[in-house]
């Protein structure tokens, strides 16, 4: 049976754009991809002194269960060589898990619906441009994104789209 996912993706080393490419094609292997946000240019959020992200947010489905999707996510940022340092430090590659179905999970590995998604503006203005219908905990997702505060946003209208969903 196929599950509905939601996901987030950012990176802020080297190329950004093919760093996330690249996890789209791996992410393929497992996920069948429905929708794909435009390119996001986003400032980072907790610690300062690092460029800039590129972030996007798909929709896709699954057969893998949450567990077996965490993995599968993780796997893909260790082949592209992530490396964790500090706490919202820079990455090539980051993968979160926003939504799973409609499943509300809490394990020692996983949470879903991600705990922070509703306070950040890189994971919540790319879903809405994919997700305008989404409720998250009772709340619609265009009412979370009229009280976001905090964090610069910019849509990069210069990076084809058309590049990433196959149908261009």
Do not use: C
């Amino acid at each position: 049976m196929m599950n509905k996912i939601y996901l987030s993706l950012g990176s802020n080393i080297g190329d950004t754009k093919s760093n996330l490419d690249r996890a789209i094609e791996l992410l393929r292997e497992k996920v069948n991809i429905l929708n794909i946000s435009s390119y996001y240019e986003t400032e980072p959020v907790g610690y300062k002194d690092q460029d800039w992200f590129l972030n996007i947010a798909l929709e896709g489905e699954t057969d893998l269960n949450p567990e077996e999707l965490l993995k599968f996510t993780q796997s893909i940022e260790n082949k592209m060589k992530r490396k964790k340092t500090i706490r919202f430090g820079p990455r090539i590659i980051d993968i979160d898990i926003l939504l799973y179905e409609q499943i509300n999970l809490q394990t020692e590995d996983l949470i879903i619906p991600h705990p922070r998604m509703h306070e950040r503006a890189f994971v919540m203005v790319p879903l809405y441009e994919i997700a305008p219908y989404l409720t998250i905990g009772n709340r619609r997702i265009g009412e979370i994104i009229d009280e976001l505060e905090g964090e610069q946003i910019y849509k990069k209208n210069d990076l084809d789209k058309d590049d990433r969903d196959g149908e261009g």
